[in-house]
Structures are given as C-alpha cells and as structure tokens.
C-alpha cells in the first residue's frame, strides 16, 4: 500500500466536470487527485466529440476564479434543397427579418414563441444551479428550496403558469405546428428540441429537451452557440492548467478497477495495475451504469438500486463522421460565412420522425438529420465533422457491416447540397455511439449519461434516492453529467457535486 | 318568461350527459337533455344494425364506470348488469398462445409457460399496477384544483391534493420512493416501463396493449404508461383492472341511466341537435335547435367535446382569445377504427385450447412491442397500421342478448386508424378496403373466419366523428397525454367543469378524469353545477 492517503478527494475520470469539481475543491484547501483512464483528460469536449459549446454560466465560471476562454459565436443555417435557406443568428431583430422573406406570420410567431420558450428556460435555468431537493425527510432546508422552486413557477404570472405546466409534457412537433408555416423552420427547431435524446419530435417530452438546451445557451434559441477560439479543447486545457495551479494532482493513464469499501463507506481506489489510493471522498465522473456497476460492484448494491440502474436509459443516439478534405466542396447558394455556419439538414418535422422511428428498435435509417461543421486540421487542410443523428447504438447487423453503406448514404445526402462533395474527400471516419463507449468510457457512448426525459431528471436524475450527488455508498459521489441538471458542456455537474462533497466535509 | 324553460339543459345524451343529468334531476332539478341522433346514448350504444344481430357499435366493453355512480344512479334496478370476462389472449403466428385470467394464480401459471422470470416479475409488476390504481382513485372524483388561484377553495383543493400525495401515513399517502413511482409511471413509455419488469416479448406486447388503446402514443412515446393505468383503473364487482361486458350491449348502460333520468322527472329529446348557445349580456342562458326550437335554462351544460363546445356551438366573440387558441390547439386525433361483425357460428381459433377461459375475453395477434410501435408508425403517415393491433371480443358466447341462439357477435377494435387518411382521404372504397384488410388479418388467425361473416360494418374516426360527434374520432374526446390530464384537462385554467361563458359548464370526457365509459366527468361537473345553485347534493360519490 503507498502512502497515499492523506487525500481528501479522489475524482475518478478528468472530464470537465471532473475537473470543474476538483478546482473548486483545491480551492477551498483540499488535496485532490484526478484519476483518469485515458491519456489525457478532458473526456468528450475536444476537436472531435465537441462541434459547439455554450457559454460557462457565470456561477460556474466565478466559482473556478474565472475563465479566460474566448468564444465565437456561431450563426446556423438551415440547408435547404433549392438553396432557400434559413439563416439565424440568435438576435431578436435579424432573425425577424431573415425569417420574413419566407412568411411574415412566421417571423412574427417567431418573436412571440421565442420570447415564451426564453421566459420559460429562465425558470427552468433557476431549477439547474443547484442540488434537488429530497422530498418528505423533514429537513426546512428542502422544504425551503421545494417552496421557492414552486415559487419561481408561480411567479411567471397565471397565463404562463398554465402555458408552462402544459409544456413539460408536450411534444414540440405540435407546438411548432402550431405557430409555424414554414417546414424547413419548423424542422430546423425540431432538430435542436431532439438532438443528443432518444426522442422525436412527436415523443411527448420533447419540448422540454428544447428548454432545457435553452437554458444553457443564453436562454435563446439560436444565440449562445459558440465555438472557443483555439479549439473547443481549449475549454479544458484551460481546466487543466487551472487544476495544475491550484495543485490537483492528475494521474493519467490510470484507469480505476474499483472503489475500496470498509465498513459501507468508500475509502479509496484501486487502479488498474494494483495500486490503491486512499481519499476521504471519492468523486465518480464516470456514468452512473458504470459508477454502480463497476465502481462499486453489484454485491455493493441492494436489489431495488440494482434494477433502477440496469433500466437506466443511456443508449447514444449520436455517431459523428468526420470527412477529411483536400479542399472545401461549394455548399448551393452559400458564401464563405455560410460556411463558417453551424449547418442543419433536417428538412422538416417529418424527415425527423421517419429518421427516429427505425432507431427506436435498433436499426439503420439512411436518411439521418446531420449537423455540419467546417473544421481545420492541425495543416490547415479543411475538414467537415458532421453530427449524425439518430444513428443506433448497436445494430442487428453489427456496425461493421454496415458503416460503409451507412458513410456512403450520409455523403449522399451533403451531395444534395454541395454536389461536388465526393471529389474532395481524402478520408472518411465514423464515429458510432459504441465506438464512443469504448474510446471514452461512456456506457452506451450517450452525451449525456443518460436520457434527458422527465423519469431521469431533477429529483429522479440519475436514479431516485441518489439525486443529491451522493451515491448508495457512504463517501463515493458523483459529478457527471449523469446527475443533475446533465451533460450539454456546462460544468453545472460538476459544480453542484463539490457542494454537496464540502458540505460533507 | 319564455316557454321551454328548465333548471338545466344538458347537451348531447352520451353516458356523462346522462350521468351529468340523473344526478342533478335526483337533486330536485328540472332537467332536459338534447340529442341529436334518434338513439340515445352517443357512444355507449347498442343498435341493431343486421336484423338479429345487437353492436355495441362503439364502445365495447365496461369497467371504467365508477361504482359509485352505479349504485348513486342505482343503475342494476334500471336492468344495467355487467358479466364480467375471464380473461384475454394473445395468439402467436407460430400456433402458440398467451393468456391472461381474472385469477392471478392462473396467470402466473400461463406467464411461466413463456419465462419464469417474468411470472416471477409479474407479481411485482401486479402489485405496482394496482398501487397506482388505489393512488388515482380519489383523484378521479375530485374536481381538479385551479393551482394559479388563491381563492380559498382551489388553495385548500390544492392543499387536498397535495395531502393526499404527501401524507406520512404508507397506507393513507405515499412515501418519498412512491412519489418517484408515481411521477415516473405518469411520464415513462410503457416500452420503458414493462422494460424493468419483463423479459419475453409476447408478455410485454399483451400488456402494451391497454396502453395504446385510443390514443395516437404508440407504445415508445413517453407518456403511453399512463394509459396502461387509465384502463386499468376500472373494476367489476370490486376486482380492480377487471373488464366485462353490459349485458345486452353498451347501450344498456345509458338505458339504465335514461331510466334513472326519467324517473326522476328528467327528460330526453332526441333529434335536437343544438346549433347555437344562445346568450345575453356575456351569459348563456338557452340553446336554440336544427329543428328551430328554443329552450331557456339557468345552467347549461355541455357533453361535448370540448372542441365542438367552444368552436361550434359557442360563438368565438363571447369568449376571450386566449381560451380560444388553447381549444384551437387542444389535441384531439382520431387513432381509431372498429369493425362490428355478424357471424353464423363461433370462429374457431387454433391457437387457443378450447374451452380455455383465455379465450373468453379480448383477444389479440401482436407478439411484439416492435409490431405495435410499427402500426403507430404507420399512422402517423396518414396511412392504416398493414399489421394492426386489435382488440376483438366476442361478447354474444357470455350473453345471449346479443344474437340468436347459435349466432354471434363479434367486436373489432382496431388501432391505428388515422382520421386524415393520406392521399385524398377516406371515401367508401377505401373505407371498404381497409375492413377486407383487417378480416384478411383476423382470418390469419381463424380459418373459417371469413365463411362465418353474415355482416359487416366497418368505421372509421370519419364516422365516429360524423354519427357520434366525436371530433376525429377520438374516443377519449381529447388525447390522454401529460399536457392535457388533471389540471390540464381541458384547457389549463378551467379544468373545474366551469367555462368562461357564465352559466356554461361542461361534462364530457374532454375534463378530467378523461375518457372511457367512466362517468366521472358527468358526476363532478353536475357536483360543480349544484354548487353553484346552492342545491343540495346527496349520493355516495360526493
């Protein structure tokens, strides 16, 4: 055994909300060690995984003594087949305008639904920065945060309290349809309400997803959409470095076997290649299947924990192609600005839905909704990462047999917007949610740990009874994204969690 | 003072408008109830449509209906009895069958022939089920509070409702990890949510049945699970998540309310049809009818979709904008179709042992949960499910009211069915079309089948709109999804049966606690109405 006790905290896994987790806790004088399996940390925000990002919130950043990161902004473009596209930025005025030269009952309905959906993301938002509370254990504290949650709602004033209890459970397609004409429009909405989830737009539950993206990106629809000068890595070098000054200790290539428990209580880790470590907590950045399956080991867990585990819906529903170039092809009707552009193609309500339904049962659809980004690599050599979605975790037919014809149908439907595409290919990668399980450590390659919908949030995210950032073991908590409010790069997680792990202190 | 004039006119004479109307007559009121059709009953019917054969040409079966309303309204001394059926099946392509009894020990039996896991997991499964059912019960006969007011009576039905979640006594509320429960079976896919108990897929897909039965979720989309509780949560004689049939069909339901009506001194006027409200100073104080009548009335309530209430019968300027658009987009859709049959002989079905009470329920043919999500699929293409779940019982082998000696009746529910069929719509060929489809799909199952059929009547949500008056069809006169339960039910803000026309009420389905021959939503909107006149209320439901 090495000497290695007088840790007080262990983070296992470095992604960013490890690291957000472990500064704050270096900062307040504790000794942390971040133990990360891969060879570097930063987990999946880097030039690969991560197209955009949302701005940090200023909590999370002021608790990390700020961030210096610069952040672009990103205009998305809705790629139409006859070159009609949409082009919105996130500003109020201008996307009224660029939205009226297809309908002017739409630009206005615009405003109007934005201005609903941003009022309500704020309340949702008030929900995020902080722990859930538990319900019906006596404490004033939850009671307190209970009252003022439901105070937050009320004050959004009768006509919108109602408006707002409607939506949770609505599915956006209807609301879209409700407002909208235009179909490209209401595709391109339905496309940021589903992305990341196992939803289509006409699953009921799909609006909040909408909200809940929201609520990270400025409360706006299209606006708070960035990319970090430097490299989306930035995000997280910038963490490391910060880690390095405030003196956490990061091990790389240190892939965790399991927790050691004493009498109930998580004391320490053990590595892969034998050694132990001792902490007084353990913080798991690691997915919640994984932190009860692995981490702790099923003879750890009581039947009813078992099962909420194994029934944990984290199955990712995102594959990611990335096309190398030898130069950019000519996207219809775009310029150069365009092409800097975050590109949608997701032609409408539709084209989603027939997308998703194949997936729901683990198959193949060969017309995927894809969000394009134009990328340089490391020799100025263009790229295109394209963000494919609803592309099934495992297939019947395994994904080997079939990414060849999957990759070729992806550039078949790019070539109905740049038909010069396959002249500028050099090389083609695919992605597929298992290949992001086993790269990165993610149980079912899911961005989020585990789905957004209503059963998996709040009090009930990850499982009921572990919502509070502390597991079913004394001394092991958790910081992914798999608790609340989840993933989406915002650090929230890992915030929330070096909360609750002071307070235990 | 105007002839024609009554304590209340109750529009439209389905099982709430009736229910809705027995009960303020047996407080003392002077009642009418206008009907357009020459039957009454709306869509609890039973109609000789093929000389010697009765349909229950609707609705088809009988569970949901309160039990306080049946002794209340005391319907068995108006004839009304319902024979409850042992149990259901679902029959496999490859000639092998799974069952389900009104006796648990049974099922667990029949389950284990297919896993021994799930009839394990069955028993908590049960368990789960009918603790969600006693945790609705009460709710369904409250009126639901108005959350955004601070009126002392919604903050104490708040305050009710609240307790009634929140009590620290296990058996009188529920504790932390029952609330988690309770939130996720409202919110989960039933996929989800039979995910955690079963294994087999025949077992999932017979459950998943009663979760897509009238509504346009298929059995992924979130929200499925609670109408898997919504038809579980009715009892015969007591036995919870039991279903029977009315003996002499549906229409022995709204009969036995009829009678209870009249004998009471209330009234039915069938074929009169009601065009308009008709109001002064912002109130509504009559109806006038096709036929050129009018009637005057203090209160007015309505027992139809809240659609046709507020879209058709009321003029849009008396009401305000807002609740205009929430009705405008309240979500109504048409999933359904049925076939009513008139058979020569009993059909024989190969998969089921004879004689094997399995057989005396509702039967099926779709073995996975990927079938049923499928057929919704296809439905919402605008197209009819190629391979449709069906519900088809045959009620004349429990009750010989139903067809001559020797002679059956045969009841088809057919899911999905959309009401805007793609491609020009429904005419009679296709309409026709799609009922040789499903007998195709049956007579897979029976092979003398097709030989046995006298007659046929096939409908579509174009006919369940047109004859009944159900907006597209929709049997739940409002889909059952989160954004429209409770609170929600029928427009958020006027969920207590109260409309913003003063003197306007309404009682059918499209309130809470939604559809199903349940007569809940009648009973709490005439409690509402009587309230309101200061007219004592007696009976056990309040």
Redesign the interface.
């Known amino acids: 055994m090495s000497d290695n006790s007088n840790f007080d905290a262990i983070i296992i896994g470095g992604g960013h909300n490890g690291l957000v987790c472990a500064n704050i806790l270096a900062r307040k004088n504790k000794r942390v060690l971040i133990c990360e399996a891969r060879k570097e940390c930063g987990g999946m925000v880097n030039n690969e995984i991560t197209n955009y990002v949302p701005p940090v919130t200023t909590a999370v950043s002021s608790s990390l003594g700020g961030m210096q990161v610069n952040y672009l902004p990103k205009t998305t473009i809705a790629l139409s087949e006859t070159g009609q596209h949409i082009r919105l930025v996130g500003n109020q005025h201008i996307d009224h305008k660029s939205i009226s030269t297809f309908s002017s009952q739409d630009a206005d309905r615009f405003n109007d639904f934005h201005e609903k959906m941003s009022k309500f993301s704020k309340t949702l938002g008030s929900f995020m920065m902080a722990s859930p509370p ?4 006596n404490s004033f504290s939850d009671y307190f945060k209970l009252f003022k949650l439901g105070l937050n709602v ?1 004050l959004l004033g ?2 919108n ?3 707002f ?6 599915n956006i397609a ?1 609301e879209l349809e ?1 407002n909208f004409e235009n179909t490209l429009l209401q595709g391109l909405i339905a496309h940021d309400s589903v992305i990341g989830s196992n ?1 289509g737009p ?4 799909s609006l909040i997803n909408l909200l809940y993206r929201m609520a990270i990106h400025n409360n706006s629809l299209f606006g708070g959409i960035f990319q970090i000068e430097g490299g989306n890595d930035q995000f997280t070098k910038h963490l490391i470095e910060k880690c390095k000054s405030n003196n956490v200790e990061i091990k790389t290539s240190a892939s965790v076997k399991n927790c050691i428990v004493e009498d109930d209580c998580a004391v320490g880790v053990e590595l892969i290649n034998g050694e132990k470590v001792y902490a007084k907590k353990i913080i798991s950045n690691v997915d919640p299947r994984s932190t009860y399956f692995s981490l702790l080991g099923s003879q750890n867990l009581d039947t009813d924990v078992k ?1 909420k585990i194994k ?1 944990h ?1 984290s199955k990712g529903r995102v594959a990611k192609l990335i096309l190398d170039l030898n130069k950019l092809p000519s996207f219809n009707n775009c310029d150069d600005i365009d092409l800097d552009s975050r590109m949608v193609v997701a032609p409408s309500i ?1 084209y989603i ?1 027939e997308t998703f ?1 194949p997936s ?2 683990d198959k193949l659809s060969l017309e995927p909704t894809l969000e394009i980004c134009v990328k340089k690599d490391s020799d100025q050599n263009p790229k295109l990462d394209i963000q494919v979605q609803y592309a099934p975790y495992k297939t019947d037919q395994g994904w080997e047999n079939v990414k060849e014809n999957y990759i070729e149908s992806i550039i078949k439907i790019i070539s109905k917007y740049a038909p010069n595409i396959n002249e500028c290919i050099e090389h083609k990668k695919l992605i597929t949610p298992d290949d992001i399980e086993l790269e990165y450590n993610v149980s079912g390659g899911h961005w989020h740990h585990g789905e957004i ?3 998996q949030l709040f ?2 995210r990850p499982i ?2 572990a919502s509070q950032y502390k597991t079913h073991l004394d001394g092991l908590f958790m910081c992914g994204a798999g608790t609340h409010p989840g993933g989406g790069l915002t650090g929230i997680s890992g915030k929330n969690a070096a909360k609750a792990v002071l307070d235990d202190f | 003072m105007p002839k024609n004039t009554h304590d209340v006119i109750v529009v439209g004479a389905g099982h709430n408008g009736l229910t809705a109307a027995s009960y303020m007559a047996k407080a003392g009121l002077d009642v009418v109830v206008l009907e357009k059709n020459d039957w009454i009953g709306g869509a609890a019917v039973s109609r000789e449509l093929y000389p010697g054969w009765k349909y229950s040409n609707c609705s088809y079966v009988c569970s949901l209906l309160r039990p306080e309303i049946m002794r209340d309204l005391e319907l068995y001394k108006y004839g009304l009895q319902i024979i409850p059926y042992e149990g259901s099946a679902t029959m496999m392509k490859n000639g092998d069958y799974y069952t389900h009894y009104h006796d648990h020990d049974m099922t667990i039996n029949s389950i284990r022939r297919h896993s021994h896991k799930d009839a394990e997991a069955y028993e908590r499964y049960s368990r789960d089920v009918l603790r969600q059912c006693k945790i609705i019960k009460p709710l369904l006969k409250m009126t639901p509070p108005d959350l955004t007011s601070f009126k002392p009576k919604d903050l104490f039905g708040a305050l009710e409702f609240a307790k009634h979640f929140a009590a620290k006594d296990e058996l009188d509320g529920l504790g932390e990890k029952e609330i988690y429960d309770t939130i996720r079976f409202y919110t989960m896919s039933i996929r989800d949510y039979l995910e955690e108990y079963f294994e087999s897929e025949i077992t999932k897909a017979h459950l998943a049945g009663s979760a897509i039965i009238g509504t346009a979720l298929g059995p992924c989309s979130p929200g499925s699970a609670y109408v898997l509780l919504h038809h579980y949560m009715g009892e015969v004689d007591g036995s919870v998540g039991s279903w029977g049939y009315a003996r002499g069909g549906m229409g022995s339901i709204t009969q036995a309310m009829m009678g209870c009506l009249k004998d009471h001194g209330g009234e039915v006027k069938p074929s009169s049809e009601v065009t308009n409200v008709i109001t002064k100073n912002g109130k509504a104080i009559g109806v006038a009818t096709q036929n050129g009548d009018e009637y005057y009335a203090k209160k007015i309530v309505s027992n139809l979709d809240v659609k046709r209430t507020f879209l058709k019968i009321t003029e849009e300027k008396d009401l305000p904008d807002d609740f205009v658009r929430s009705v405008k987009n309240f979500k109504i859709r048409g999933s359904s179709g049925k076939l009513n049959i008139a058979l020569d002989a009993l059909p024989d079905f190969p998969c089921i042992p004879e004689g094997d009470p399995g057989g005396g329920g509702d039967m099926h043919f779709t073995e996975t949960i990927e079938e049923m999500e499928g057929a919704y699929d296809d439905w919402k293409r605008g197209e009819w499910s190629r391979n449709p779940y069906v519900d088809m019982c045959i009620p004349s082998k429990s009750d010989p009211t139903m067809a001559e000696p020797g002679k059956h009746y045969m009841s088809v529910f057919i899911q999905y069915v959309p009401f805007n069929l793609a491609n020009g719509g429904w005419n009679e060929e296709r309409k026709q079309e799609f009922g040789r489809h499903i007998v195709d799909c049956i007579s897979e199952f029976s092979p003398n089948f097709k030989d046995l059929i006298n007659h046929y009547e096939v409908r579509t949500p174009l006919e369940l709109e047109n004859e009944v008056g159900l907006t597209e069809g929709n049997i739940f006169q409002g889909e059952l999804t989160m954004d429209q339960l409770m609170f929600n039910r029928p427009v958020p803000g006027y969920a207590q049966y109260r409309t913003p026309l003063k003197n306007m009420y309404i009682c059918s389905s499209s309130t809470h606690p939604g559809g199903g021959v349940m007569g809940a939503p009648g009973a709490n909107a005439a409690r509402e109405v009587l309230l309101d006149m200061n007219v004592p209320q007696k009976g056990n439901y309040y």
């Open positions: 538990r319900i019906m254990n009320r009768k006509k309290f109602n408006e209890a409607r939506m949770i459970g609505l209807d409700d939803l006409r699953s009921p539950g099962r029934h819906r539709d839905e339904n729901k049962f919908q209503i059963d009090m009930m009921p009874g």
